[in-house]
Structures are given as structure tokens and as C-alpha cells.
């Protein structure tokens, strides 16, 4: 529809369904004005496009649920799509030329008849752009141009993965328009890795991609990343008397690559004790029966935080059996046993060069006294600085926002929804 049609038949509620699977019926007057402000700041943006044909679509951010520094070693996950994500509005070209306004940020203007790598884009989102296009074009897509502008609820530095949202958000713009929905969440998935780590210049594993791109809640299984097998669980938390509440402890993530990328490292350097490339390959049993000649070649903390793997891997897959059977009193001691370890072995609760700021420590330190035993409380995504996640029974959930939020800031807490679908084009047959 041209933008003159979308906002009345926003406004008169046309789709008010579709807004509630999305994000709940509570936020459906909320959404209502976000997708008109976005649309009118996209016809401000490209005021030629006022009578052009425009486009809508939405990608979520995630949450990790079980399965802390796992992916890259092969393993398996729990992870789900929530309600903040990244909206487009969108007018196509045939020029193959490419301008996207992200709110709040420069335009990134891209021809994409050049999908080579640029060097100069390293570690921008013209980079991503023009990566997932090219990864496309790999895959026999010829990836159209097109004028965007976004607007996203997942906050950059949130632990949500504003990053992956915003590759699959781009993948659905094209997979949709150029490739007819063909490409599967996997190959939408992958194709936000390839751009983020061959052309962004950033090693992520396929985790948080695949998540955003499935919707749900899902099981991961990383052994083959070449087609990991993806398990859709049925989970509605608000059943069982429980909100997933994420806080962001606002900790500095400056100079914590070294931090971030030790844990790979080190699980990779066990690993090659066996022949083995990553964690995954190697016998639970054959790695304990070994630990005193692993103390000759390899850190003692490289040793503990590969006896989390091992545990923590088994761990997501108990995680998803108990969701799955509807034990949620297994599921929150198994969330529990996942922060421990993550705590006592993994130990990405803070960073050694910085062992007076103890953000994480102290946020989950504060939530066990507030949920005084009930629910749960963990790490959540990589660590040292940023998010963790807490499992609060409905009744404390305001309480214990107002809580966290006093220590952290306004808007420091985070209540998520699960939203039931991937990267998606705003049409009548998702009402």
C-alpha cells in the first residue's frame, strides 16, 4: 500500500491482531503509534516515495535461555525470539542502488552491483548490508535496492542482540521481495553470520541469528553448523506464573574483547589436546580421565571452563525436556545450576582486569535476596559486563522492576514477551 493507506488502516485497528501476536495485547495502542511515526518519518526521510508503494517488516531480538558459551563449541542451546524488535518501512528500487536510515544514526547509502567486501566498512551496518546481499547473491538471489528507514526497541548494548535483529530484519527484506520467502530461517540465520564475521569483522557463532530468524522458543543443536537442527518448543511462561525479566547492569563493554575471546580459546586448546577443533568432539569421560595431563599443557581455568561445557550442553538439552514436559520447577533449578556454573567455572561474571566493577555479580546477588528462593536468576549472553536474566514469579515482577531499576536506572529492566515468529513481512495473512 502507499503510506496514505497505511496509516489510516493502522489507525482504525485494522491491525490490531497482528500488533497482538507480535508484541501483546496490552502494547497494541503502543505499536499502533510506533509503526505511524515510522512510516511518516520514512516518508520524511525520501519525501519522493509520498505516493510510492511501501513495505513493512519486523525482526525480534533474542534471549539466550540455556546453553551459556556453548554454540561456538559445537553445542546446544536454548534460545528464544522475544517482543523488542527492529521495524522497516520499505520502497524498492530496480537501480540496485540501496539507502537505509537507521533512527538515529547516519544513512548508509550501498550500490550493491559491488558486493565484494569494502575494508573501509569494517564494523559498520553498511557492512552487514552489504554482506547479507552478497550471501544472497551467493545463493543465486539477485538482491534488489530498495529505501528504508528503521526503528528498533532492541537497544544497542542490551545483551538482545540488536545486531542479529537487524541482519535477519535485512535477509527477510530480501528473501521476501527478491526470493519469494524461499530461504529457510537456517539460511537466513547463516547469512547474518557470514556478514557479521566476513564483512563486519566480528566472530559470532549462529546462536542469537537463529533465534531471531525461528521465532519461539527453540532448541539448537550445533554439532553440524552447517545444517544445525532446530527444535520449536511451545513455551507460554505467564501459564506457569513466571515473566522472563532481562536487566541491563550498564556495565562498560570497553576493552573486553581479550575477556570474550579467552573462553573459545581456551575450550579450543583442551579440545586440540584430543585432536579435536572444538569441545563438542571430545568424550565427556576422556576429557575427566585426563584432567592431570591437561594441567601440563593447558590453564587450570581453561580446564574448568571446559567442565562447564560439558555440563552446561547437557544441561540446555534438560532444560528444553523439562519445558517440554511442563516441569518448570526442574526447569528453574536447572537455570539455577546453569548460573552457578557459569559463576564457579566459566567465570564471565566480571573481568579479571577489572575486578572492582562487579555489575552482574551484584544484580544477581540482589535478585536471589528480593526472589528470596523463588524463581531463578543467571548470567545472561557472554558476561564480564551487561545483562542477566531472572525467571520472577508474576506478582514480584513489579516489585522487583522497581527494584532493579533503582540500582541500574530507568528502563534498565527489561520484561519480555515471547513472540511466536521470525523476521516477518507486515501481510493480512499473519493477522
Known amino acids: 500500500m502507499k503510506s496514505n493507506a497505511w496509516i489510516p488502516s493502522i489507525q482504525d485497528g485494522k491491525w490490531d491482531t497482528y500488533f497482538q501476536k507480535l508484541y501483546g495485547a496490552d502494547a497494541v495502542p503502543a505499536q499502533r503509534q510506533r509503526y505511524v511515526r515510522a512510516i511518516r518519518q520514512f516518508v520524511q526521510t525520501f519525501p519522493e516515495h509520498a505516493e510510492s508503494q511501501i513495505s513493512v517488516f519486523s525482526a525480534p531480538g533474542r534471549t539466550e535461555i540455556g546453553g551459556n558459551h556453548t554454540d561456538h563449541q559445537h553445542g546446544c542451546v536454548l534460545a528464544a525470539a522475544i517482543q523488542l524488535d527492529v521495524v522497516a518501512v520499505v520502497s524498492f528500487r530496480t537501480d540496485r542502488k540501496l539507502r537505509l536510515q537507521s533512527e538515529g544514526y547516519p544513512m548508509d547509502t550501498i550500490d550493491l552491483s559491488r558486493l565484494e567486501a569494502q575494508p573501509s566498512e569494517q564494523g559498520t ?34 545483551g538482545l542482540s540488536s545486531s542479529a535483529a537487524f541482519e535477519i530484519l535485512l535477509g527477510t527484506i530480501f528473501n521476501e521481495h527478491d526470493n519469494d520467502g524461499a530461504m529457510t530461517p537456517v539460511a537466513l540465520a547463516q547469512a547474518g553470520q557470514y556478514a557479521e564475521n566476513i564483512y563486519y569483522g566480528k566472530q559470532s557463532g549462529l546462536m542469537d541469528q537463529t533465534a531471531c530468524a525461528s521465532g519461539g522458543v527453540v532448541y539448537v543443536d550445533f554439532q553440524d553448523t552447517a545444517s544445525p537442527k532446530v527444535t520449536a518448543h511451545a513455551v507460554d511462561f505467564a501459564r506457569y506464573g513466571y515473566a522472563i525479566c532481562i536487566t541491563d547492569t550498564k556495565g562498560s563493554h570497553a576493552d573486553l574483547t581479550d575477556d570474550y575471546t579467552a573462553i573459545p580459546t581456551e575450550m579450543r586448546q583442551v579440545a586440540a589436546q584430543f585432536g579435536q577443533t572444538e569441545l563438542r568432539g571430545v568424550s565427556e569421560e576422556a576429557f575427566y580421565a585426563a584432567i592431570p595431563q591437561l594441567r601440563r599443557s593447558c590453564s587450570d581455568r581453561a ?122 513481512e507486515m501481510k493480512e495473512e499473519l493477522q
Open 125 to 158: 551496518s553498511a557492512a552487514l548490508i552489504r554482506g547479507i546481499a552478497a550471501k544472497l547473491a551467493q545463493n543465486g538471489v539477485q538482491p534488489s535496492g530498495f529505501d528504508a528507514y528503521t526503528t528498533s526497541a532492541v537497544l544497542t548494548g542490551s
Open 303 to 424: 580446564i574448568l571452563r571446559s567442565m562447564h561445557f560439558f555440563a552446561e550442553n547437557r544441561r540446555a538439552g534438560a532444560q528444553a525436556q523439562a519445558l517440554e514436559s511442563g516441569d518448570m520447577a526442574q526447569f528453574l533449578t536447572l537455570v539455577q545450576e546453569s548460573g552457578a556454573s557459569s559463576a564457579e567455572l566459566l567465570q564471565n561474571l566480571y573481568s579479571a582486569s577489572k575486578p572492582t566493577a562487579q555489575e552482574i555479580p551484584l544484580a544477581i546477588a540482589v535478585s536471589k535476596r528480593l526472589l528470596a528462593g523463588a524463581g531463578a536468576v543467571r548470567v545472561h549472553g557472554g558476561g564480564f559486563a551487561g545483562t542477566i536474566q531472572a525467571f520472577v514469579p508474576l506478582a514480584q515482577v513489579a516489585m522487583y522492576t522497581k527494584a532493579m531499576e533503582q540500582l541500574f536506572g530507568e528502563g534498565s529492566c527489561y520484561v519480555l514477551r515471547i513472540r511466536p515468529v521470525g523476521g516477518v
